[in-house]
């Protein structure tokens, strides 16, 4: 049965709508208007259009995060992806960590996404639940009420380099310079940072568990479901993604089917600013990436000899017994 982990009120969550210029050389936004409730910002998040996608100005309705998490583990790195059902959107897609940046952290939009890893991305080992820290910062531990966080031996976040052009909240540079592109079909400004995260080597049969929170009647509930991790891992080679996916439970790693598989619009082609998809099917991204698909293992010739031996001792045993 999922376990509920915390119930939030969402009128108590507000953001503003923003005002967003885009050149070749950059791009700088600022909030404009009112604060907006999270049911005033589904309103507005409606298609817009570009004539443009290197200079433009624009009004849209929110500010998103999302982080790109690279976890090593093993020795080896690989890409956190999150299985999630857009209630706005009407699809299940694998996405990167994301979520909405209230109003008081539109100039700082990277608290927003380390609060994010911390509410989405549950690591657990035979001890505990594990708690983390981005350099000398400590992350939340949002549900303290209902898990036991390990004080020992924490994960660490650490940013990754930068994309090339700035990004300016006004006119402060963004730091970290996070991957930015306009989302076309729900008017919102998408900021994508790139975080490394590390998992101390006393952790002992790790588990990988996704947690986002539903809308259900006025409450924001989010729930653990142990049947269903929801958390997918994507191995990397010399720093590039294999067409694989994974899941890790108890320290093992489980394949995971990439049958019908819809990636999010943060994979989808970007031409300048502007990413203009909701989603990418697995098989047209791998195309996008140059990448082959791994095949299933055949069976090797002994196995099926093998397979077929005990299928003539079945058949020698029934004629005796008949």
Not at 114 to 125: F, N
Request: hydrophobic letters at 40%; proline letters at 7%; glycine letters at 6%.
């Amino acid at each position: 049965m999922p376990r509920t982990l915390i119930r939030k009120n969402p009128s108590n969550f507000k953001t503003l709508p923003l005002f967003v210029e885009a050149t070749p050389e950059g791009l700088s936004y600022q909030s404009v208007g009112m604060p907006l409730n999270f049911a005033q910002t589904l309103q507005r998040r409606r298609q817009v259009a570009v004539e443009d996608p290197q200079r433009f100005a624009i009004e849209l309705a929110n500010l998103g995060v999302s982080v790109r998490l690279t976890l090593n583990w093993q020795n080896r790195d690989y890409w956190i992806l999150v299985r999630q059902r857009r209630q706005d959107r009407g699809d299940v897609v694998l996405k990167l960590i994301s979520g909405y940046v209230p109003a008081h952290e539109l100039n700082l939009p990277l608290l927003t996404a380390i609060q994010e890893v911390a509410e989405e991305c549950l690591l657990e080992t035979t001890e505990g639940w594990l708690i983390g820290r981005f350099n000398d910062t400590w992350l939340p531990t949002p549900y303290t009420g209902a898990l036991h966080y390990r004080e020992k031996q924490p994960f660490t976040l650490r940013p990754l380099s930068g994309a090339a052009l700035p990004v300016r909240s006004g006119s402060l540079n963004l730091i970290e310079r996070p991957r930015a592109y306009v989302h076309l079909p729900t008017a919102s400004l998408q900021l994508v940072y790139d975080l490394r995260l590390e998992v101390p080597r006393e952790a002992k049969s790790l588990s990988l568990f996704h947690v986002d929170e539903r809308l259900e009647k006025d409450q924001l509930v989010a729930r653990l479901d142990r049947s269903k991790p929801d958390l997918y891992l994507m191995p990397l080679k010399d720093g590039k993604p294999c067409a694989e996916l994974y899941m890790l439970k108890k320290g093992q790693l489980q394949p995971a089917s990439t049958r019908g598989v819809c990636l999010a619009e943060s994979f989808a082609p970007q031409e300048g600013w502007v990413v203009r998809e909701e989603r990418i099917r697995w098989k047209d991204w791998l195309v996008q990436q140059g990448l082959v698909p791994v095949k299933k293992k055949s069976r090797s010739k002994l196995t099926r000899l093998r397979v077929k031996a005990r299928q003539l001792v079945r058949l020698v045993r029934s004629g005796l017994h008949g």
